[in-house]
């Protein structure tokens, strides 16, 4: 069974919206934070947005006011809410999941394959 699977992505002019669901096969609280991460071509995965055990929310810099995470405790999802998208946000957006962490600090051990989100200008 897929630990994490995204599912949402697709082809949005920038200013547009987007939708990412992440189905989790166990129990949301069974990880110490979620994440959504992202890689453009010829860049590094980067974190976007993560929600702690206990709802504590952190968004990316770039991303901060048009970006909003959130789960689903009873469904087990986690969504990824996108909004006034931008070219620069093109990119396979990856679940994870963290259950262990190093310096009080997740880390993200279980990926789902990842989704395609590409912004027109």
């Known amino acids: 069974q897929v630990p994490l699977e995204e599912s949402g992505g697709g082809l949005v002019q920038a200013g547009g919206s987007l939708r990412l669901d992440c189905a989790v096969s166990?129990?949301?609280?069974?990880?110490?934070?979620m994440g959504w991460y992202r890689q453009a071509p010829g860049k590094e995965r980067e974190l976007v947005a993560s929600?702690?055990?206990?709802?504590?929310?952190n968004y990316k810099d770039s991303v901060e006011g048009r970006f909003k995470i959130s789960r689903d405790i009873p469904k087990r999802r986690v969504t990824l809410l996108m909004d006034n998208l931008k070219p620069e946000d093109t990119a396979v957006y990856y679940c994870?999941?963290?259950?262990?962490?190093?310096?009080?600090?997740?880390?993200?051990?279980?990926w789902g394959r990842g989704t395609q989100v590409t912004v027109s200008s």
């Open positions: 994870a999941g963290a259950r262990r962490l190093v310096a009080d600090l997740p880390v993200y051990d279980f």
């Open positions: 166990e129990n949301i609280f069974t990880y110490n934070s």
């Open positions: 929600i702690s055990f206990d709802g504590i929310m």
